[in-house]
């Protein structure tokens, strides 16, 4: 059995044919499975066997039976692995767009002082003329193997208008195209050195290689889940909460429920608390004592609970206000 054949029947079977085989697999959601191999877009394994693959290494495990029951499971329960897997993709961009800047910088260093700067930039124009002539073969070699010959046909026009162009200004800037330096230029896509002096079946075979394909399916995929990226967050962070994320009235509800119950906890507890402690308040005025001093004279008395005496503090203002405790007694001057 081929490999290509039993990662098929894996895919299929999930980790049910991995015990049948005598191997034991950690579960599909372990922390050592890589989430962005489980969605199909792991950039290690698109970039496999390419210069870019270095670039993007991954250590966790691709394990094909791992999909199946990951696909099972998001039937039941969404996972949210795309949040994880979109900051996976972003990396890989920056990373390669990183090495594209650093290529583009060197080869500009050792282009400066040498050249007249017109005569690189027509030797510019030339590369992407020729990158533009080489994407376009590989779309029309994609139509004509989907039968549509017609629009082939028209891209052929578009190719040979392009190759014209190419010519004219390889022409006019023969000199300049004889400095290594000059015949250089980066891939915008995949960071790939690039004369501009190829033949275009060469650069199609480059615009339809493996590298340049895989980091513009990995470009295209970032970008993609970036559309939807910001909502995904807040559904995740929803879900992480035990909220339910696609009905924000029900969070609200739920959330209104549970305070109400606080505060119902809290009005039983203040209620049997007022029931068992209650106190003796003298209301008093002043009158002069025998000395000449001011003092208090009791003028009624009733027993009343604590939650009544703070209603009686909040209507005393200044020093008036201040209460003297005498025999248990809460003793409170009129105003």
Same mark, same amino acid.
């Given at each position: 059995?081929?490999?290509?054949?039993?990662?098929?029947?894996? /895919?299929?079977?999930?980790? %049910?044919?991995?015990? =049948?085989?005598?191997?034991?697999?950690? $579960?599909?959601?372990?922390?050592?499975?890589?989430?962005?191999?489980?969605?199909?877009?792991?950039?290690?394994?698109?970039?496999?066997?390419? @210069?870019? =693959?270095?670039?993007?290494?991954? %250590?966790?495990?691709?394990?094909?039976?791992?999909?199946?029951?990951?696909?099972?499971? /998001?039937?039941?329960?969404?996972?949210?692995?795309?949040?994880?897997? #979109?900051?996976?993709?972003?990396?890989?961009?920056?990373?390669?767009?990183?090495?594209?800047?650093?290529?583009?910088?060197?080869?500009?260093?050792?282009?400066?002082?040498?050249?007249?700067?017109?005569? *690189?930039?027509?030797? /510019?124009?030339?590369?992407?003329?020729?990158?533009?002539?080489?994407?376009?073969?590989?779309?029309?070699?994609?139509?004509?193997?989907?039968?549509?010959?017609?629009?082939?046909?028209?891209?052929?026009?578009?190719?040979?208008?392009?190759?014209?162009?190419?010519?004219?200004?390889?022409?006019?800037?023969?000199?300049?195209?004889?400095?290594?330096?000059?015949?250089?230029?980066?891939?915008?896509?995949?960071?790939?050195?690039?004369?501009?002096?190829?033949?275009?079946?060469?650069?199609?075979?480059? #615009?339809?290689?493996?590298?340049?394909?895989?980091?513009?399916?990995?470009?295209?995929?970032?970008?993609?889940?970036?559309?939807?990226?910001?909502?995904?967050?807040?559904?995740?962070?929803?879900?992480?909460?035990?909220?339910?994320?696609?009905?924000?009235?029900?969070? #609200?509800?739920? !959330?209104?429920? !549970?305070?109400?119950?606080?505060?119902?906890?809290? @009005?039983?507890?203040?209620?049997? @608390?007022?029931?068992?402690?209650?106190? #003796?308040?003298?209301?008093?005025?002043?009158? $002069? @004592?025998?000395?000449?001093?001011?003092?208090?004279?009791?003028?009624?008395?009733?027993?009343?609970?604590?939650?009544?005496?703070?209603? *009686?503090?909040?209507?005393?203002?200044?020093?008036?206000?201040?209460?003297?405790?005498?025999? %248990?007694?809460? *003793?409170?001057?009129?105003?």
């Amino acid at each position: 059995m081929t490999a290509e054949m039993r990662d098929m029947i894996n /895919q299929l079977m999930g980790s %049910n044919r991995a015990e =049948e085989e005598g191997r034991v697999l950690v $579960p599909y959601n372990h922390h050592s499975v890589c989430r962005a191999f489980l969605l199909g877009c792991c950039p290690h394994e698109i970039l496999a066997d390419t @210069r870019l =693959e270095s670039f993007v290494a991954c %250590n966790k495990i691709h394990e094909s039976a791992h999909k199946a029951d990951y696909e099972n499971a /998001q039937k039941e329960k969404d996972h949210f692995y795309d949040v994880d897997v #979109y900051e996976r993709l972003e990396e890989a961009v920056r990373i390669v767009d990183k090495e594209i800047e650093r290529t583009k910088e060197k080869l500009k260093r050792d282009c400066e002082n040498e050249i007249d700067q017109a005569e *690189v930039m027509k030797a /510019q124009k030339i590369g992407e003329l020729g990158e533009k002539i080489g994407t376009t073969i590989v779309k029309m070699e994609a139509l004509g193997n989907e039968g549509k010959v017609e629009e082939a046909m028209e891209l052929s026009k578009t190719i040979e208008e392009l190759k014209r162009k190419k010519r004219d200004l390889e022409n006019d800037v023969r000199t300049v195209l004889n400095t290594p330096q000059v015949r250089l230029r980066v891939c915008e896509t995949c960071s790939a050195q690039l004369s501009i002096m190829e033949h275009e079946t060469r650069l199609a075979d480059h #615009y339809g290689g493996k590298m340049h394909l895989g980091m513009e399916r990995i470009r295209e995929t970032c970008e993609e889940m970036k559309k939807t990226i910001d909502e995904r967050r807040a559904e995740w962070k929803k879900a992480r909460l035990g909220l339910t994320y696609r009905d924000d009235d029900r969070d #609200y509800i739920s !959330r209104d429920r !549970r305070e109400r119950r606080r505060d119902s906890r809290e @009005r039983e507890r203040d209620y049997k @608390r007022s029931r068992h402690v209650c106190y #003796y308040i003298s209301i008093a005025e002043s009158v $002069p @004592r025998g000395d000449g001093t001011p003092g208090l004279a009791p003028r009624d008395h009733r027993e009343i609970t604590v939650i009544e005496i703070q209603g *009686v503090l909040m209507k005393g203002k200044g020093d008036e206000a201040a209460i003297g405790v005498e025999w %248990n007694e809460f *003793v409170i001057p009129t105003l």
